[in-house]
């Protein structure tokens, strides 16, 4: 995964650059990936000419843009939230009882798995 120096991600979610995250359902959970996004009209000068629509995802479901859960995310590229996101999806299919596919229930030590 790439390392990125924590950056300053606002209090309020709205005044937040649009991007991929992580974060976690519950403490001592796994990280799971999420992101924020907008779409709005544009004109054919490319000037937004509509209201701007907030959207946000954790873990391929959507949640309310104006408090999503576990605010303050952390900042990931796009290539982590792939991966994180093709992992879980994996491990939801193959092994049901990882800490991956169960984002909402703490990660013990005896699950963890030692590559």
Known sequence: MTVYLEQAVPADPIQATPGFFKTRLIAGGPWVPARLWYEAERDELGAICDDVRFFAEIDGQPTDPFSPRGWPWRRISVVDFQFMT?????????????????????????EVRIV
């Open 86 to 110: 093709a992992a879980a999806a994996w491990d939801r299919e193959y092994d049901p009882q990882s800490p991956a596919a169960n984002p909402e229930r703490p990660v013990t030590q005896s």
